[in-house]
């Protein structure tokens, strides 16, 4: 067994693992330096400017925001905003937190039922119960005719009026048609206004043109533009 001693100040023999004893062992390499952070940082040399044009602008709160770290419903969390809210406006509380009530669940029925007594007991005293079981009485119809013990009294107001009048019921004759029996008299307000009267005839235009004999008056000073028709001085 052998024990050897390794000076530190002999760095120049470390790197020689060849000659060494500790050639089989592992040497931890330099860390690589990165460059990017190689120049450190420096204080601002510049003053932040906080007194702006409007002065508190940029002054700290009164309050720490913190997170929110309850999710309670919102009128919960009403009174924990800073300051009071104005609700007195022009129409009174008209812009207040709407707080809902709590809905209930809809369960529908099977049949509807009437909340309370039912009064069964109306003007017409028990009208509308129920009458049970209702005893009918059964007849035998007559076979022959009926006898009138009482004899029908048929002399009425109207004198006799319900009285047996028999009406004779005759067959329909067959349908004619109306004649005239005398000569009908076409001599009317205005005479022969239903006598025929044939088409007129189409009467064929044939365009022409007019011959002037005249002598067109030139003299329209104030003189004879304006002279009566008819006076055309002829060639």
Same mark, same amino acid.
């Given at each position: 067994? @052998?024990?050897?001693?390794?000076?530190?100040?002999?760095? %120049?023999?470390?790197?020689? &693992?060849?000659? *060494?004893?500790?050639?089989?062992?592992?040497?931890?390499?330099?860390?690589?330096?990165?460059?990017?952070?190689?120049?450190? @940082?420096?204080?601002?040399?510049?003053k932040l400017e906080? %007194?702006?044009?409007?002065? &508190?602008?940029? *002054?700290?709160?009164?309050?720490?925001?913190?997170?929110?770290?309850?999710?309670?419903?919102?009128?919960?969390?009403?009174?924990?905003?800073?300051g009071k809210m104005e609700s007195d406006t022009i129409y009174?509380?008209?812009?207040?937190? *709407?707080?809902?009530?709590?809905?209930?669940?809809?369960i529908p029925r099977t049949n509807l039922s009437i909340h309370g007594y039912h009064d069964m007991t109306t003007i017409n005293k028990t009208s509308y119960l129920n009458p049970g079981y209702v005893r009918t009485i059964s007849f035998k119809?007559?076979?022959?005719?009926?006898?009138?013990?009482?004899?029908?009294?048929?002399?009425t107001v109207m004198k006799e009026s319900y009285q047996y009048t028999p009406v004779d019921v005759k067959r329909?004759?067959?349908?004619?048609?109306?004649?005239?029996?005398?000569?009908?008299?076409?001599?009317?307000t205005n005479k022969l206004s239903y006598q025929y009267v044939e088409p007129l005839k189409k009467r064929i235009r044939v365009f022409y043109k007019p011959v002037i004999t005249a002598k067109i008056e030139r003299d329209t000073i104030y003189n004879t533009s304006y002279q009566l028709p008819g006076r055309c001085i002829t060639k």
């Amino acid at each position: 067994m @052998y024990i050897v001693d390794v000076s530190q100040r002999a760095l %120049e023999n470390s790197n020689k &693992l060849e000659d *060494s004893i500790c050639k089989d062992g592992y040497l931890q390499p330099e860390r690589a330096r990165s460059t990017l952070y190689h120049q450190p @940082y420096k204080r601002p040399t510049l003053k932040l400017e906080s %007194e702006t044009t409007y002065n &508190l602008s940029y *002054s700290k709160l009164s309050f720490i925001p913190q997170p929110r770290t309850s999710f309670a419903k919102y009128e919960k969390m009403l009174t924990t905003k800073p300051g009071k809210m104005e609700s007195d406006t022009i129409y009174k509380l008209s812009y207040l937190p *709407s707080t809902t009530k709590k809905r209930k669940p809809f369960i529908p029925r099977t049949n509807l039922s009437i909340h309370g007594y039912h009064d069964m007991t109306t003007i017409n005293k028990t009208s509308y119960l129920n009458p049970g079981y209702v005893r009918t009485i059964s007849f035998k119809p007559y076979q022959s005719k009926l006898q009138q013990s009482i004899p029908m009294d048929s002399t009425t107001v109207m004198k006799e009026s319900y009285q047996y009048t028999p009406v004779d019921v005759k067959r329909p004759r067959k349908r004619e048609f109306w004649q005239t029996k005398f000569k009908p008299d076409y001599g009317t307000t205005n005479k022969l206004s239903y006598q025929y009267v044939e088409p007129l005839k189409k009467r064929i235009r044939v365009f022409y043109k007019p011959v002037i004999t005249a002598k067109i008056e030139r003299d329209t000073i104030y003189n004879t533009s304006y002279q009566l028709p008819g006076r055309c001085i002829t060639k």
